[in-house]
């Protein structure tokens, strides 16, 4: 079992403002979402906002990874969340003075995902920058419960703050709770590492130096197409959660914020797991996790009672997180430091754009076969690739 990192009191302080932070993640996702779809009511619309979200992680996921790997993690952390707090003010305004459309919703989900795709790697490197080796994993499973955590309570707080005040307060709160996280990365002690000083010429040098450092290694590149099936097929179909709650549900945000909730529920069950986990977790059950969200989201798609649904997308939030959250464990434990930012810019690259791929697929496709047949499709395909990934 490995040694906990809540004994941690630098960790402590890490975790504590992250939380808070994560909390305002969530009621901005939720807030993002029903704008989407309130001004639109178009599965399509919801897809593309979704997509925006991750997007920027995709185009300049490698590139982030390598200025996590050469500058300073704690002043690149402080100024990428103190721009986020800037960006949700901005969008709070247009919201609160009713110059909402869906053109500028579009445009401040684009700079978020910018903002979001450069913290990942820095966030990822940061967590074994604050525990030993031996609280390593303890750390992301602790880190994967505050997320999930906030995934839980944050689309409640979300759906009051919407129904009582409307989404630009909601997007102002989230402004305000990236002040938390602001402050615990000014306070923490990181452990010192050596940074290499290299010209801006070599920028695409050193991605090449990641991408090959991966294709070396078997099992770090096995989790990588087993988590780009997740995130595709996966976590693409849950980003139709707005479109389900109101839709197919008739439930609104209300609804939306409760099926939400569940999902974070499942995931923060497969964190507590994973942190006290044994010699069980391994590639081999990252992917059968995948195969079995596969015949989950096939479910899903089949039901037209929300307190079915409920439970349904419960179990897909531990599942997916046994992937999501197994694989950072397992990556994190295998990658040599030097690369460490250019790996963790990988996965943010392929878990958050291939949900924004997934989801602007699932969107588009829904609006031409309906919504419940092309979520059926995608678990189908979902389960069935990651039966074949163990041949890749």
Not at 58 to 81: E, K, M, T, Y
Not at 161 to 186: H, P, R
Request: hydrophobic letters at 55%; a positive charge.
């Amino acid at each position: 079992m490995p040694s906990s990192a809540l004994r941690n009191r630098n960790f402590l302080v890490y975790l504590s403002g992250a939380l808070v932070s994560l909390h305002g993640l969530w009621i901005y996702r939720v807030a993002l979402g029903w704008s989407a779809w309130e001004l639109t009511s178009s599965e399509l619309w919801v897809g593309i906002v979704a997509f925006t979200q991750f997007a920027p992680a995709v185009f300049f996921g490698p590139l982030f990874g390598v200025l996590a790997d050469r500058f300073d993690r704690r002043l690149a952390s402080i100024f990428i969340n103190s721009g986020s707090a800037l960006n949700m003010a901005v969008l709070s305004a247009a919201t609160l003075t009713g110059n909402l459309d869906i053109a500028v919703l579009t445009a401040s989900s684009i700079m978020q995902g910018t903002l979001d795709g450069a913290h990942t790697p820095v966030r990822m490197t940061l967590v074994p920058s604050l525990v030993s080796r031996a609280q390593l994993q303890s750390a992301i499973a602790s880190n994967s419960i505050a997320f999930n955590v906030s995934r839980f309570v944050g689309p409640a707080i979300a759906g009051i703050i919407i129904a009582s005040f409307g989404v630009g307060a909601a997007f102002a709160v989230n402004g305000c709770t990236y002040l938390a996280i602001v402050a615990a990365v000014f306070v923490v002690e990181l452990k010192p590492r050596e940074r290499r000083e290299a010209p801006a010429g070599q920028i695409w040098a050193e991605i090449m130096v990641g991408v090959r450092y991966v294709a070396g290694h078997a099992t770090i590149r096995g989790l990588l197409l087993i988590v780009a099936i997740a995130s595709v097929f996966g976590r693409g179909a849950l980003e139709m959660l707005p479109a389900f709650a109101d839709a197919v549900f008739a439930r609104g945000a209300s609804g939306l914020a409760i099926m939400t909730s569940a999902v974070g529920i499942g995931s923060i069950a497969t964190g507590l797991v994973l942190a006290r986990r044994g010699r069980w977790l391994d590639i081999g059950v990252v992917r059968l996790t995948v195969l079995i969200a596969g015949v989950f989201i096939i479910l899903f798609g089949m039901i037209d009672a929300f307190w079915i649904a409920v439970p349904v997308v419960t179990a897909l939030g531990i599942i997916l997180a046994l992937c999501g959250v197994g694989s950072q464990i397992l990556i994190q434990s295998l990658v040599d430091e030097d690369v460490r930012g250019r790996v963790s810019s990988l996965w943010g690259m392929i878990a958050f754009g291939g949900t924004a791929l997934g989801s602007v697929v699932v969107g588009s496709l829904s609006a031409v076969f309906g919504l419940q047949s092309t979520v059926i499709a995608t678990g189908v395909l979902c389960a069935a690739l990651a039966a074949l990934s163990s041949r890749a």
